[in-house]
């Protein structure tokens, strides 16, 4: 069975940095896409950044020149460094990936790690 890990989350102030970190286990053949998304207390669950197989990379505008998104193929896990902090980043943040597995080509998600901005 496929599972994602997110790890990296806490409490930081304003102007801090986190990075999180996603790990794909189980029977994995490959993984396509992954993705970070959050959603902030009372609102819809929104796209923070994804990355392709390739490296190709895409943000959201309210994170461009503040957050970056990477991955390590061999390791199954992709990250999400996050810069400038702002109390509005303030969320649980999931990550996203499209795994070819035993079942063929699903969407995973993690379960959410809580991210907190705030002094």
């Known amino acids: 069975q496929v599972q994602l890990v997110e790890s990296g989350g806490g409490l930081v102030q304003p102007g801090g940095s986190l990075r999180l970190s996603c790990a794909g286990s189980?029977?994995?053949?490959?993984?396509?896409?992954m993705g970070w998304y959050r959603q902030p207390p009372g609102k819809q669950r929104e796209l923070v950044a994804a990355?392709?197989?390739?490296?190709?990379?895409n943000y959201a505008d309210s994170v461009k020149g503040r957050f970056t998104i990477s991955r390590d193929n061999a390791k199954k896990t992709v990250y999400l460094q996050m810069n400038s902090l702002k109390p509005e980043d303030t969320a649980v943040y999931f990550c996203?990936?499209?795994?070819?597995?035993?079942?063929?080509?699903?969407?995973?998600w993690g379960q959410g790690t809580q991210v907190t901005v705030s002094t």
């Open positions: 990355i392709t197989s390739g490296g190709s990379t």
């Open positions: 996203n990936a499209d795994v070819k597995s035993w079942n063929g080509i699903r969407a995973y």
């Open positions: 189980g029977v994995i053949f490959s993984i396509y896409d």
